[in-house]
């Protein structure tokens, strides 16, 4: 089953712009990792946030963390048409459990 | 370079065909995961493997079969009992930690297409 559900589904922004995706979740995680996916390829680590962190940064990106929301949101800085990809989060939930359960992702389109 | 290489990239199969994909990873990663993606949607896990000899079920099992024989190695078949095999397919890796513990990043092959004809 998908832990995580990703809003929207599909977006459009002209390069520059900041894109900003976000992700909602159902039980307690431990983690709760992004992804990304250029069209055809494999996926791409892109920042792991822990379930007791709210805010982490890495480069152009900031990902926040609200637990007592069961959400999290990915922001992309001064975007730029290699940011064209699909984007996924993806969860461990606080079970025990080995697997990293993925959302649906989002469509981002950059626009030169 | 270290990393996860998946073959072949295209596959064709014919109905009723079984079909092995092949998985290496070469990043001396204790755990490895298959997992299918379809058309705009998120990725589904098949089988995954924490140690050498042992691998466990996903959310997807059925028509599918895994063998770990080797710490590099996973490969996976599509069984002819598989009735919509048509899909991206994507092998995985992480650094295995103790049974129950949390794992933490995902290392991924470039994937293989299957298409049954």
């Known amino acids: 089953s998908q832990q995580g559900e990703e809003d929207p589904q599909a977006l459009s922004i002209q390069e520059g712009e900041n894109a900003t995706m976000n992700c909602s979740y159902k039980?307690?995680?431990?983690?709760l990792q992004w992804y990304r996916q250029n069209s055809g390829r494999g996926l791409v680590h892109l920042i792991l946030i822990r379930s007791n962190e709210r805010e982490k940064h890495s480069g152009r990106l900031r990902v926040t963390l609200d637990t007592s929301k069961k959400s999290s949101s990915l922001l992309i800085t001064a975007s730029r048409a290699a940011d064209t990809a699909s984007y996924f989060c993806a969860t461990i939930s606080n079970f025990g459990n080995e697997k990293l359960t993925f959302g649906t992702g989002t469509r981002l389109t950059i626009i030169p | 370079d270290g990393g996860i290489t998946q073959s072949p990239k295209y596959l064709f199969r014919k109905e009723g065909q079984n079909v092995t994909l092949s998985c290496e990873q070469n990043?001396?990663?204790?755990?490895m995961y298959w997992y299918r993606q379809d058309p705009g949607q998120g990725l589904r896990l098949i089988y995954y493997s924490q140690i050498v000899n042992d691998f466990q079920k996903g959310d997807i099992a059925e028509g599918y079969s895994v063998s770990r024989e080797k710490k590099e190695s996973f490969p996976l078949t599509v069984t002819s009992a598989q009735k919509n095999p048509t899909a991206f397919y994507l092998c995985a890796s992480s650094i295995a930690l103790a049974a129950g513990a949390i794992i933490g990043e995902l290392f991924f092959g470039e994937g293989s297409r299957l298409t049954v004809l």
């Open positions: 039980t307690s995680i431990n983690n």
């Open positions: 990043l001396n990663h204790d755990a």
